[in-house]
């Protein structure tokens, strides 16, 4: 037979199994494109500022209407801040650069775009269309790099889709779609805080 001590041992070992189990999942949103859906897993454990302000702006329907007004086909898609015409959207105060968190700018992740300046990213983000580990923090030409903060969990093919547009110059800006590729909504499916 069993002690007594042994027993209350495995139920300490399954109590401590089924407590890891239960953590939460990191949040999930789903980006409703003209051109597709994409679902994108947000790094919460890894970029906490900077998905936090992220699904700030998704709660406030900040990107709802906006388009992706900077497509190039082997690099990556980027979006956030502009509406149709090229006309910007404001934003909040600008946050903390948090590239030194491990990821890295491979296919299919999310990172913040920025200025020059380290901690000047605000609403827009890009898609990595290929792996861009020169835009990691260890590898960028500045040794700051670009957050990567999420990944495409489903609709890379819409990504694959968007990142083959024609653009052209629009309003002094390149790289431009010629036709609009609208964020129509971007909501939060699973967020653990529910």
Known sequence: MLSVKVIALC??????????G???ANPVVV????????????????????VKNFLDYVKDKHYD?????????????QGGGFEPGMKEKKTKEAIKNESDNGLSNLRGTLAMARTKVA???TSQFFINVKDNTFLDKAKAADKVGYCVFGRV???????????????????GFDDVPEEDVVIKSVKIVEDKKK
Not at 65 to 77: S, T
Request: proline share 1%.
């Open 11 to 20: 139920f300490v070992v399954l109590g401590v199994v089924a407590a890891g």
């Open 22 to 24: 239960a953590r939460a």
């Open 31 to 50: 980006m409703e494109t003209n051109m597709g859906t994409i679902k994108i897993e947000l790094f919460e454990d890894k970029a906490p500022v900077t």
């Open 65 to 77: 209407g906006l388009i992706f007004h900077r497509v190039i086909e082997n690099f990556m898609i």
């Open 119 to 121: 901690d000047s990213a």
């Open 153 to 171: 969990t489903e609709g890379m093919d819409v990504v694959d889709k968007i990142k083959a547009v024609k653009t052209t110059t629009k309003m």
